[in-house]
């Protein structure tokens, strides 16, 4: 069973890629993409009680990196996209990205 954490850290990811990948559209560089995604891996971070301060300065510093919570582990997930002019999907069958539906599997 999955402690409240690891639950807290899996939504937070969760969060991060629906966010993520629902901003992948064409002629959006990735560099925005990925900022934009560092700063919501700081907040998560925020949330769970494992950092504080001001996320754009965090950010910059480097402060969002697994180097930096190296004994905290790391929720890994790679998906090949699809990003065309008419906007972005995961081809083929699509991996479950909501915390519950990801823990429905796990059982």
């Known amino acids: ?7 807290s850290a899996r939504t937070a990811h969760s969060s991060l890629h629906i966010t993520a ?3 992948l559209q064409p002629g959006v560089p990735f560099n925005v993409i ?3 995604a560092c700063r919501s891996i700081f907040e998560g971070l925020k949330q769970l009680g494992l ?3 001001n996320t754009d ?3 910059a510093a480097g402060a969002h990196t697994l180097e930096t919570y190296r004994d905290f582990g790391g929720i890994r997930n790679e998906e090949d996209l699809l990003i ?3 906007g972005s999907r995961v081809p083929g069958k ?3 990205k909501k915390i519950n539906k990801v823990e429905e599997l796990r059982k």
């Open 1 to 7: 069973m999955p402690t409240m954490d690891t639950i």
């Open 34 to 36: 990925h900022l934009e």
């Open 57 to 59: 300065e965090a950010v």
């Open 94 to 96: 699509q991996d479950p």
């Open 51 to 53: 950092t504080k301060g």
């Open 21 to 23: 990948i629902a901003n």
């Open 84 to 86: 065309t002019d008419s």
